[in-house]
């Protein structure tokens, strides 16, 4: 028999689709398996469905579970490594140089502090795009999170026909993997790193596997610069030129962006992964959002790695995703808060392509986040999408359920140790600090 767990009390922030949430006071969610069985007042909840959990969220709201859409997770281990400096000496003279002395080791304890941090804020999925991918992989099946995974292919490496090989594998054994919990893509890491030529490999491949590509797009003007004296296009027009749209294509930033740009993706269906805090930290720009969602674009929200951002957590993405938009265009209606839930919960689940993932509603994906509003920034309450997106922290998660399966139980990590993980991953990162330095 399937595990049924009944969650009870809560505000349960219920609805399908793209609008306001419809908020159910004192309502349960029945989880069956890895699916929500039901979600509404108790007394509609079949009199034989016996649960073999209950879960007391009275005073908590239950929200569907955060997708961080854009991540390379095991960048943790160079948090606070180079801050302070622009994208491209950053990757050059800082990122690059210390990611050369990686292990798969490095990399599987440094995902695991990344999963640990997401899970205790709510984060159920992301999507990373790294390499030692395998690795990466076992931490998803280990841990019981849900990712969409690809091996980053930089195309004038060294190496880069292994790195697609790499690539091709990853795919070819944990597509599907964990009971349909990994999705993997192949990743041209950008059109400023992968040549015409490698990218018409990199898709030839991604035809064979029948598998999405997940991509680097727009993010600097000095970008935009660079490909318009290499091609006479925008990186858009670029990547649409190659073919690379003819594949399902969730494309990470997209900062600086033509009108042109955005009916592109719009006729594509390209998903956009929206990374307010890392394009502000290296001075990139602030993305068109409100522009693609009216466009009718599919957009999520993404921490970018913790290099970068310095943190995973979602609560911080929306906060600065909803002001930035209010204040580019001087208009504070501009993406108001439930419009910024639904970007870092379904939005992100379809530009990832998780199918019934996202929503609270009967036949979706248990990946379900619970978060305790007992704290004094979360009185009083008015409106609680508002008090959500303007007012919460990752501290006042409580519970989270990932297909079904509670992983993060009164703030506790049920499946990860983290003393071990704090004492690998300090011992690795000093490592790799060394190794840079001696160049
Ligand atoms: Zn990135």
Redesign the pocket.
């Known amino acids: 028999m399937p595990t049924r767990v009944l969650i009870e009390g809560g505000w349960v922030f219920a609805g399908e689709g793209d609008g306001p949430f419809e908020i159910l006071e004192d309502a349960v969610v029945a989880v069956e398996g890895e699916r929500i069985a039901y979600v509404g007042p108790a007394a509609g909840l079949p009199a034989d469905w016996a649960p073999t959990r209950r879960i007391d969220a009275r005073g908590k709201a239950v929200l569907p579970g955060f997708v961080n859409a ?3 997770h095991a960048m943790t281990l160079l948090r606070g490594y180079a801050d302070d400096v622009p994208l491209m000496p950053w990757l050059r003279e800082h990122i690059w140089p210390a990611e050369e002395n990686l292990t798969g080791d490095d990399v599987y304890w440094g995902t695991l502090l990344a999963i640990a941090e997401s899970l205790q804020a709510g984060v159920t999925t992301f999507a990373d ?1 790294y390499f030692f991918m395998d690795r990466v992989a076992q931490a998803v099946l280990e841990t019981g999170v849900r990712a969409h995974l690809s091996r980053g292919l930089i195309g004038v490496a060294p190496g880069s026909d292994r790195a697609l090989e790499e690539g091709r594998e990853l795919v070819a054994t944990f597509q599907g993997a964990g009971e349909g919990r990994i999705r993997c893509a192949l990743a041209p890491h950008a059109p400023y790193t992968c040549p015409p030529e490698f990218v018409r490999q990199v898709l030839a491949a991604a035809e064979k596997l029948a598998c999405p590509i997940h991509t ?1 797009l727009a ?1 600097t003007k000095a970008e935009i610069e660079e490909i318009r004296a290499q091609y006479g296009k925008s990186p858009i027009r670029h990547f649409a030129d190659l073919g690379v749209f003819e594949h399902e294509t969730l494309a ?2 997209c900062v600086h962006l033509e009108s042109e740009d955005i009916e592109v993706l719009a006729r594509h269906g390209v998903r956009v992964a929206h ?1 307010p805090i ?1 394009n502000c930290k290296l001075a990139s720009g602030i993305a068109p959002v409100t522009e693609l969602l009216e466009a009718g674009v599919t957009v999520g929200l993404a921490s ?2 913790a290099a ?1 951002t310095n943190h995973l957590d979602m609560f911080e993405e929306m906060r600065l995703a909803a002001n930035l938009q209010k204040v580019s265009r001087m208009d504070a209606r501009a993406l108001p808060a439930w419009q910024t839930l639904r970007m870092a919960t379904v939005g992100g689940a379809r530009a990832l392509g998780f199918d019934k993932l996202g929503c609270l509603a009967p036949g979706y994906l248990a990946d379900i986040v619970i978060l305790d509003l007992n704290a004094p920034h979360l009185w009083p309450r008015h409106d609680l999408t508002s008090l959500v997106v303007y007012s919460a922290k990752a501290a006042d998660v409580d519970t989270v359920l990932v297909h079904g399966r509670v992983l993060v139980d009164g703030g506790e990590l049920l499946t990860i140790d983290m003393e071990r993980v704090e004492h690998e991953v300090q011992a690795r990162a000093e490592r790799l600090a060394r190794a840079a330095r001696r160049g």
């Open positions: 854009h991540t390379h795009m680097h993010e990470a930033h990374n890392s970018d790695g970068s």
